[in-house]
């Protein structure tokens, strides 16, 4: 062990003895002829492993661990994570104290090594009492960029980007969803690495970065949903975007079945984007090849395969205390990028600004009292009959949108989870039945709250934002 080594193993004599520590983790790398460095607070076994050639795995292999116990180290976890494959590299982060912060990355070699990780080590009891979470690690190459002036087009802000940052690979923009010729003010930017993408953000984050006069938001985008290849297989459903939002379902469907009268069995529209299920999968595989680029009412849309969202997964285990950073808040398939910008901020309260427009919520009412009289005629009415602006809470709005589309009102799971220091963290699940004809759709925010009716309220909101405007 070089004198890096030696520093991270010391550094844990104040949970064990340095002696007995240092003997542990010295005796591990006698074992397995893997190197050990800690560097930048997280301490790294391997990566490569001896007698590796190439270049290191690729994408999809790396696993998150959480839930870790805070005084065990690789000699223990090591022998456990290596039951599913060969691991590439371990990475435990480090507290200054000499202790673990509760959670690790562990690359293995191939995918299917991870995948087996995860069927077998998540929710396993490492020591009595004590259950880690396991879950796929996404190295993030991609920015949300907030805030952009919604007139300039891709290769402007391609180009601009790679003015301000290194490593920029591509920029995702979205037209607007009524004007085709704007973006819709915000953007993705992908660079050619997880460290470039860092460096990047690291230079953007401090919120007084401009672009073209304006200051713009910036955050790591939500990480694109993996699929499996075999799951992708069974798929039968289209994921259709970049609709006009007078296009009917009845159009769409139409349209699709046009090549082969009778090949769509229904179509689910949400604002710009929709679903386009069918019978069979070898008619949906040739209709996206077919209506890929074609126009409809006058708009040019992409067609690509859905992919299907693991329901089981998609709320990730309370990793660590906290969500982990690989939650996605889809509803149905994973193909919704464009149609949820990263929130920024806090947004507790109606209304909220999302990247610069307002949140799908019309103006808000005077709020007043006024004095009630003896005598005063009152008139019995339904919520339902006065107007949206009636509402302040987004739960009332979410309600009446409801009522408004004739869908059976929004029904409400509660979860929790307990943060590092001891509270309790609450977070709503929203399911709207009839929004994918059958198949369970829901909404989660990507934040816990610590009362009932902000994480009822956020929850609703949320949804609000994903479902546009009335």
Partial sequence: MNEENIDGTNGCSKVRTGTQNEAALLALMEKTGYNMVQENGQRKFGGPPPGWEGPPP???CEVFVGKIPRD???????????????IYEFRLMMEFSGENRG??????????????AIRILNNYEIRPGKFIGVCVSLDNCRLFIGAIPKEKKKEEILDEMKKVTEGVVDVIVYPSATDKTKNRGFAFVEYESHRAAAMARR???????????????????DPEKEVDEETMQRVKVLYVRNLMISTTEETIKAEFNKFKPG?????KKLRDYAFVHFFNREDAVAAMSVMNGKCIDGASIEVTLAKPVNKENTWRQHLNGQISPNSENLIVFANKEESHPKTLGKPPTLPTRLNGQ?????????????PFFPGTKLTPISMYSLKSNH???AVMHLDYYCNKNNWAPPEYYLYSTTSQDGKVLLVYKIVIP????????YFMPDKLCTTLEDAKELAAQFTLLHLGPF
């Fill in 58 to 60: 690729p994408r999809g």
């Fill in 72 to 86: 065990m180290y690789e000699d223990e976890l090591v022998p456990v994570f290596e039951r599913a494959g060969k």
């Fill in 103 to 116: 959670y690790a990355f562990v690359m293995y070699t191939t995918k299917e090594e991870a995948q087996l």
């Fill in 203 to 221: 230079k953007l984050i401090p919120g007084t970065f401009q672009l073209w006069g304006h200051t713009i938001q910036v955050d790591w985008a």
């Fill in 263 to 267: 090949a769509v069995e229904r179509v």
């Fill in 358 to 370: 307002h949140s799908p919520s019309p103006p808000e009412i005077e709020r007043c009292t006024y």
């Fill in 391 to 393: 509402f302040n809470s």
């Fill in 434 to 441: 009839a929004i994918a004809n059958g198949s369970q759709s």
